[in-house]
């Protein structure tokens, strides 16, 4: 599985200062990072540990004072608006903890959007709409409005939706975040399932600490530098003390 | 492994590589969501249709004075003037009072006003939808035009609503100030000519005012705009 890697997100010395009045703040302090296609990454870290910075970057959501992001080994800094906007339309799908689908529209018509953006037309969007809301296990809620939903279902229509255009990548911030235990559980065991069947490379922020048995590797992030990076098998061995390891507190379920 | 397989290229146009809404689809998406949000939409459309009905009021009023005028002779020249209008004799006109096109030009300042604030407080409502469109690949130029083509859309049907109004009430007072026979006289013509006078002056009022609110919603950035719900 491991053999040839192929490295799909490369973050080289980054940098990140935010500007408050008088104030700057430094986020991210120089971090060095490598993803590799197909793989299933947890970004872990409690908050404020620039964890959810260093997410936005990698997705193209903000820019980084110093240093490179590079997506597929392209310099995103160099992408001009309308090459971010394809990347985001079709490299990369996002998740986020709020759901965030748009109200005013039905399941079946936010998963098409992106299709809509990239050109695809209407009967082939619908076709392929529904067979990712199949996938997701929401075969028959199409026609319903996001708000007719619960939050476990929402998120899997947020999931299908990431996946439109067969994006090679799939950010999740928090995506278990607004969900209780079992429902954030199925979300994971979907997650993983496209991690391992469609090979869509999962990058997840999160301080849910079931999402470390699902994942190939853990970044762990602390003080705006990645603290320790962790394989799954050295994981399960430290795994009982990982709560109190990062944050000093007991494991509680969820964590928004 | 296989699906991840395609290397990023740099969209330098071709097939397949662009980033489209297509005009169908944007009228489709900005019409639903004014359907979805009839209430909210009303609310900013209803200055329009006072200032508009206002203008095709007055407007309209001097098509039927003008029409009394030609028909009337002196009689109505006396009429006219107990009524308040500027007649101008020897042209043959009637022409609105300085007083009365101040308080035309106010109103529609007001309304102008009335439709940025409620047109800013509905963007800044829907910044989450926008910055999810954002993260979905939508150019900023394509929020603008969804906001745009919701505007016209309002501005259209607020100031159709609000012309018919104006002119229907202006015809009852007519009616009522000099008799059901000045109906008759009325120039239909220069009637329809006000009456759409008044619903591309309510259109444009519509676009003006959406203008800055949409500016700013096409410009934000994407994570700002998604977290600004929390």
Known sequence: ?256 | MSRSGAVLDRPEGGPGRLITLPFSKSLEISFKSLRVRFFRSMITVSSLVLAVSFLAFVLVNLDIAAGLLEHGGRDAVRALSQAGYDVDLAGGAVAMSAKERWIVILSLLVCTVGIVNAQLMSVTERFPEIGVMKCLGALDSMILKLFLLEAGMQGLAGAFMGAVLGALFSFLVGAVRFGSGVLAEVPVGSVLESVGLAVLGGCALSLVGVLYPAWLAARMEPIKAIRSEH
Do not use: C
Request: glycine share 10%.
């Open chain 1, 1 to 256: 599985m491991t053999e040839e890697k192929r490295t799909i997100v490369r973050v080289i010395g980054v940098r990140k200062t935010f500007t408050m009045g008088s104030q700057t703040l430094e986020a991210l302090k120089g971090v060095d990072l490598e993803i590799y296609a197909g793989e299933y990454v947890s970004i872990m870290g409690p908050s404020g540990s620039g964890k959810s910075t260093l997410f936005n970057m990698i997705g193209g959501l903000d820019k980084p004072t110093e240093g490179k992001v590079f997506i597929d080994e392209v310099d995103i800094s160099q992408l001009d608006a309308y090459e971010l906007a394809w990347l985001r339309n079709r490299k990369i799908g996002y998740i986020f903890q709020t759901f965030n689908l748009i109200p005013v529209m039905t399941a079946l018509e936010n998963v098409t959007l992106p299709m809509t953006f990239a050109g695809m037309n209407g009967d082939d969007a619908q076709e392929k709409g529904i067979e990712l809301l199949k996938l997701v296990g929401l075969g028959k809620r199409f026609q319903h409005k996001p708000l007719e939903l619960s939050g476990g279902q929402q998120q899997r229509v947020a999931v299908a939706r990431s996946l439109a255009n067969d994006p090679a990548i799939i950010l999740a911030d928090e995506p278990t975040g607004n969900l209780d235990l079992s429902t954030g559980e199925e979300i994971i065991e979907l997650l993983q399932k496209l991690s391992s069947e469609r090979g869509v490379t999962i990058i997840s922020a999160t301080h849910d600490y079931k999402m470390l048995n699902v994942s190939d590797r853990v970044v762990w992030v602390r003080d705006g530098m990645v603290d320790r990076v962790e394989r799954r098998e050295e994981l399960n061995i430290t795994i009982g003390g990982i709560g109190e390891k990062l944050t000093g507190r007991k494991q509680e379920p969820g964590g928004a």
